[in-house]
């Protein structure tokens, strides 16, 4: 007799992991290049955790929070018990732009995306008070364009930032199906979280060569 087919809900459920494994991949790799990471896409850029890192396993859970939680003793500490990283709080610094927010690890779903303000012009140090006006009907419908704009500014930016969280994605999944994932990165990982040095140089070149084989859609 034929295997029961495994359903939709059950499969979600079997690959949690794999948004874990890639907040930890995230987590070493902004440690051993100092925050600087890049893609094909997109170059180079900074990314490191910031805020808020919560790990766990089954329910107990570990919440650190400051401005480096993944740099605390006790993040460490929680790995070497077994917990994995649940959701990070994450900075992101590309092109012109800066950035925070929430990655979580079972959905990689981003939360709380906090997209940066437009510079406002400077205005003259000693500007003259508004002169009073009567409001006429064309401000409504200036007020709802820039509204709209805003809005339509906001929408750019998350698909910039989740097009940039995908290539990363993207390059996880190549080294996490690639030998490196047990040649080179279970061993660099052992290594960080006892504290131990990581060639970093010897990492960054078995991970950029199994990036490069990934396949290209």
């Given at each position: 007799?034929?295997?029961a087919?495994i359903?939709?809900?059950?499969r979600?459920?079997l690959?949690?992991?794999?948004?874990r494994?890639?907040?930890?991949?995230?987590?070493?790799?902004?440690?051993?290049?100092?925050?600087?990471?890049?893609?094909?896409e997109?170059g180079?850029?900074?990314?490191?955790?910031?805020?808020r890192?919560?790990?766990?396993?089954?329910?107990?859970?570990?919440?650190i929070?400051?401005?480096?939680?993944?740099?605390?003793?006790?993040?460490?500490?929680a790995?070497?018990?077994?917990?994995?990283?649940?959701?990070?709080?994450?900075?992101l610094?590309f092109?012109?732009?800066?950035?925070?927010?929430?990655l979580?690890?079972?959905t990689?779903?981003?939360?709380?995306?906090?997209?940066p303000r437009k510079?406002?012009?400077?205005?003259?140090?000693?500007?003259?008070?508004?002169?009073?006006?009567?409001?006429?009907?064309n401000?409504?419908?200036e007020?709802?364009?820039l509204?709209?704009?805003?809005?339509?500014?906001?929408?750019?930016f998350a698909?910039?930032?989740?097009?940039?969280?995908?290539?990363?994605?993207?390059?996880?999944?190549?080294?996490?199906l690639?030998p490196?994932?047990?040649?080179h990165?279970?061993p660099?990982?052992?290594a960080w979280?006892?504290?131990?040095?990581v060639?970093?140089?010897?990492?960054?070149a078995a991970?950029?060569?199994?990036?490069?084989?990934?396949?290209?859609?």
């Amino acid at each position: 007799m034929s295997a029961a087919p495994i359903n939709l809900s059950d499969r979600i459920e079997l690959r949690r992991f794999v948004g874990r494994e890639l907040l930890l991949w995230l987590w070493l790799e902004t440690e051993l290049f100092e925050a600087t990471l890049s893609t094909k896409e997109h170059g180079q850029f900074g990314l490191w955790l910031e805020g808020r890192l919560i790990l766990n396993e089954g329910k107990e859970s570990t919440v650190i929070k400051g401005s480096a939680p993944g740099m605390h003793r006790e993040a460490k500490e929680a790995l070497l018990r077994g917990k994995m990283p649940e959701r990070a709080g994450i900075h992101l610094s590309f092109g012109d732009h800066e950035c925070t927010l929430t990655l979580r690890g079972e959905t990689l779903a981003l939360a709380g995306l906090v997209p940066p303000r437009k510079e406002r012009e400077e205005e003259p140090a000693l500007a003259p008070p508004p002169v009073p006006r009567k409001k006429k009907k064309n401000d409504d419908a200036e007020s709802n364009y820039l509204e709209h704009e805003a809005f339509y500014d906001r929408m750019h930016f998350a698909r910039d930032v989740e097009a940039l969280i995908t290539a990363l994605y993207r390059d996880f999944l190549a080294v996490r199906l690639s030998p490196m994932w047990g040649t080179h990165v279970v061993p660099a990982l052992e290594a960080w979280v006892a504290g131990e040095d990581v060639d970093v140089d010897r990492y960054r070149a078995a991970r950029d060569k199994a990036v490069a084989r990934k396949p290209r859609n």
